[in-house]
């Protein structure tokens, strides 16, 4: 009874400041979606959009951040905004100075007048239902650190696929989403094209759950930038680059260098930056191109952007800007031999054949640098490619542009089909597709554990540590297909010579039908009757099985 009457004691205050400013909870009744990327070792960054009707309501909205248990002391932070009331509204919640390798809760409250303390929102947390989120920080950056990733491409426009469902149950330290985010294929440059796309996104419900609690890093291709295999001269370029930076939560785009910790944790590392080292550049087209880069632990991730300058120059899908950049992101590489174990080039295309075969020359120079910043210090390199909507693996046997392993990873619903290859550990085109990766780190050495999945089902497995384990399979897309149709190609075979055989009866049915009845009609001009015509029928049937069966002796 003392327990009882302790509690309801303690809930008085939160039950007071309900009733004089009306503070709720309802998550999905003020917001529509928001999700989350640019996660580092020290922040990350929130899009939050608000429910459409709601807007005319003059109403505050705060984010709650903090570590469990919650207590005073364990709320972090909180971000009090109020949405403007306009169309396509966003709001960019930013929250930095986070420690590394830390696990973060957060909650969103609403209200007519927010002014809360922290004792305030803990009693609010444990009186109220609170919809809450959660994410980790990363590990120092140059330092060893495990993690667990995804990387995958290509969804229908408000897909509804369990897939989604599917990859948040994979809990992955964050997500590579490599373009095709929708299919709504814009050939105007016009924001609102753009953003009712990303709309049908937000709206839907299994992509709604996947990407407000998985932290993502989205680099778009041809069908979420213009219309299909779209270039540099999309139309739609100008409104592609404004709303992307509007609606989608990214870093430092376009970095000089990777960003790293150096100054900030007391065991960081202070990386060799010294300009002298590296290729120097001016933007000259500033507004365009989101490639950026990151280091999570001793991993680089370079994501290049190969659409916005794709065949502005004839044989060339970087742009000398780009080139520069990624030629810098290896350098640092180079210069930091010691602290980076592995490097991932993220292309949105596939790298063995296809697309990147249509530009050789800029493939040869990126494989020049990797060779020479990458390869010659031993250190492992890899790319992670997506617009073919397939899983394979190759351990770099069929990738005469550098030897190292190539992993393909789409599509997460769209229908399938096969480019590249051959590729050592077999692909499998179609959908309800994705890749998990786990980085091993033991300071000595980088360990991969690789998972192509179709429906959270394990189809093509590798482990960078122990590839005798995974015995080779080479496969071709024409094998790929092969063997996808073989079920149906045995299928249509037993029911094509089934249906062959019931034709050619039935044709010899209506053949001796329609001899017969010639006979018939000869026989009764002869005067015969009905008796006589069917014996002398009968005979003469015998007398042609007779006749057959003497020749048939005669030839052996």
């Known amino acids: 009874m003392d327990r009882l009457f302790t509690y309801l004691l303690s809930l008085l205050p939160i039950l007071s400041l309900l009733s004089a400013q009306t503070i709720e909870t309802d998550y999905d009744r003020y917001l529509l979606f928001h999700w989350k990327g640019a996660l580092t070792s020290h922040s990350i960054q929130l899009k939050v959009f608000p429910q459409p009707a709601l807007l005319a309501v003059n109403y505050q909205t705060a984010v709650v951040l903090f570590q469990k248990p919650i207590s005073s002391d364990n709320i972090k932070e909180v971000i009090t905004f109020t949405f403007t009331n306009a169309e396509y509204p966003v709001q960019a919640v930013e929250f930095s100075d986070l420690w590394y390798n830390t696990e973060y809760s957060y909650f969103f409250v609403f209200g007519s007048s927010i002014s809360l303390t922290k004792s305030d929102f803990v009693n609010l947390y444990r009186s109220k239902k609170i919809q809450e989120f959660h994410f980790k920080t990363f590990g120092i950056a140059l330092k060893p650190y495990s993690f667990t990733f995804g990387a995958a491409s290509c969804a ?15 809990n992955m330290a964050f997500f590579i989403h490599m373009g095709d985010l929708h299919y709504d294929d814009i050939t105007k440059d016009d924001d609102r094209l753009y953003y009712e796309a990303y ?18 890093f989205y680099i778009w291709d041809d069908h979420d930038f213009g219309p299909n295999d779209s270039n540099g001269k999309s139309p739609g370029k100008p409104a592609a680059h404004r709303t992307y930076h509007r609606f989608v939560p990214y870093g430092t785009l376009k970095n000089f260098l990777p960003g790293h910790d150096g100054g900030r944790f007391p065991s960081a590392i202070t990386p060799n930056i010294s300009p002298g080292f590296y290729q120097t550049f001016t933007a000259t087209d500033n507004d365009y191109g989101i490639f950026q880069s990151f280091l999570v632990g001793r991993c680089l991730f370079i994501i290049a952007d190969l659409r916005s ?5 004839e044989g060339d899908i970087l742009s000398n800007f780009q080139k520069a950049w990624v030629q810098n992101q290896l350098r640092f590489v180079d210069l930091n031999k010691n602290d980076v174990a592995a490097v991932f080039f993220v292309s949105t295309v596939t790298w063995i054949g296809d697309t990147w075969g249509d530009y050789p020359s800029t493939q040869r120079e990126v494989t020049s640098w990797i060779k020479q910043y990458v390869k010659e210090n031993g250190i492992e390199m890899f790319v992670i490619a997506g617009d073919a ?3 394979a693996f190759d351990d770099g046997s069929n990738n005469d542009h550098g030897g190292f392993p190539v992993i393909q990873s789409a599509s997460i619903a769209r229908c399938f089909s096969c480019k590249g290859g051959p590729y050592s550990h077999g692909t499998w085109p179609g959908g309800d597709q994705y890749g998990v990766v786990t980085v091993e780190d033991n300071g000595t050495k980088v360990c991969l554990k690789i998972k192509l999945k179709r429906k959270g089902k394990v189809m093509i497995e590798y482990d960078t540590c122990n590839p005798q384990a995974y015995p080779r399979h080479e496969m071709s897309c024409m094998d790929a297909y092969i063997k996808m149709f073989q079920p149906s190609i045995v299928i249509a075979s037993v029911f094509g010579g089934a249906l062959i055989v019931i034709l050619l009866l039935h044709v010899k049915n209506i053949v001796d039908i329609s001899f017969r009845s010639i006979l018939t009609r000869a026989y009764k001009l002869k005067g015969l009757d009905d008796l006589e015509i069917a014996q002398r029928i009968k005979y003469d049937k015998e007398e042609r099985q007779a006749l057959k069966k003497r020749k048939k002796l005669s030839g052996l």
């Open 156 to 170: 229908s426009s408000g897909s509804e696929t369990e897939t989604f469902l599917q990859m948040h149950d994979e």
């Open 199 to 216: 709309y049908k996104v937000f709206r839907s419900k299994t992509q709604k759950k996947f990407f407000e609690n998985t932290p993502i």
């Open 309 to 313: 300058f794709k065949d502005e120059y």
């Open 389 to 391: 909507h397939m899983i």
